[in-house]
T-cell receptor
């Protein structure tokens, strides 16, 4: 079955713009988590959605937001982009039930902010 | 912020040797740990996991050891191959989310 699909794979934006990233989880997976990966900070948890509700949230400013649709697909949005937002944004899915701990990651969306 | 730390940022080994990647975690209440491998241009891939009620778990060529007394986790790779070259992350499940370490880059010399 298909893995986790993220689009777009690469994008370039300028400061002040906003960006929307998309994630399609593995079929049947109801939980989608987002991570930001940078060389200096490693993998930082952004948020997790389950059944269209945000179930958990990391320590990121309100410029970072997300949502999940009824088909479990998820989007994340970053507004008023800053240079420091340049990173690889990873989406991961899991069944979402108790004990389903293994996240399956997509290849990521690499965002460059100029 | 929350973090799971790694002792060494880089590790270079000879092909065929065994590799040991270490990880220190911070939350003594964490009950689940997992190792991921990330190759260039790809997302992290699951390698092996372990629950806190175990101290050792083996997979195919990989073994994870958990020492809760000193909050230490290690990944052992037997007969390391060039295809094992990647960045390895440990993670702990705490407060409902996976918290990742900084990563160790494993380089395998032919």
């Amino acid at each position: 079955k298909a893995g986790v699909t993220q689009t777009p794979r690469y994008l370039i934006k300028t400061r002040g713009q906003q960006v929307t990233l998309s994630c399609s989880p593995i079929s049947g997976h109801r939980s989608v988590s987002w991570y930001q990966q940078t060389p200096g900070q490693g993998l930082q948890f952004l948020f997790e959605y389950f059944s269209e509700t945000q179930r958990n949230k990391g320590n990121f400013p309100g410029r970072f937001s997300g949502r999940q649709f009824s088909n479990s697909r998820s989007e994340m949005n970053v507004s008023t982009l800053e240079l420091g937002d340049s990173a690889l944004y990873l989406c991961a899915s899991t069944l979402g039930t108790s004990g389903a701990n293994v996240l399956t990651f997509g290849a990521g969306s690499r965002l460059t902010v100029l | 912020g929350e973090s799971v730390g790694l002792h060494l940022p880089t590790l270079s080994v000879q092909e065929g040797d065994n590799s040991i990647i270490n990880c220190a975690y911070s939350n003594s209440a964490s009950d689940y740990f997992i190792w991921y491998k990330q190759e260039s241009g790809k997302g992290p891939q699951f390698i092996i996991d372990i629950r806190s009620n175990m101290d050792k778990r083996q997979g195919q060529r990989v073994t994870v050891l958990l020492n809760k007394t000193v909050k230490h986790l290690s990944l052992q790779i037997a007969a390391t191959q060039p295809g094992d070259s990647a960045v390895y992350f440990c993670a702990e499940r705490g407060r409902g989310k996976l918290i990742f370490g900084q990563g160790t880059e494993l380089s395998v010399k032919p």
